[in-house]
């Protein structure tokens, strides 16, 4: 597994504590969540958009691939 070193401001790293401390979960556990979740949200966004231009620009994408 690769590591990552993430700065955090002062703020930012007490509510990060603070919301794992709740959880019962690390703070590293907290972070790795909201990145999966925010790398899944952010697929789905690029698919769509990739869908859109594709279904938008299908009878040139037919046309190239001739």
Known sequence: MSE????LDPALR?????????QGRTPEEVALH???GYL???S???RAVAEG???QHADL???LGE
Do not use: C
């Open 4 to 7: 990552l070193l993430l700065p």
């Open 14 to 22: 007490t509510a990060l504590d603070d919301l794992a401390d709740a």
């Open 34 to 36: 909201a990145v999966r």
């Open 40 to 42: 899944r949200q952010e």
């Open 44 to 46: 789905g966004r690029v």
């Open 53 to 55: 231009l594709a279904r």
């Open 61 to 63: 994408l037919r046309r």
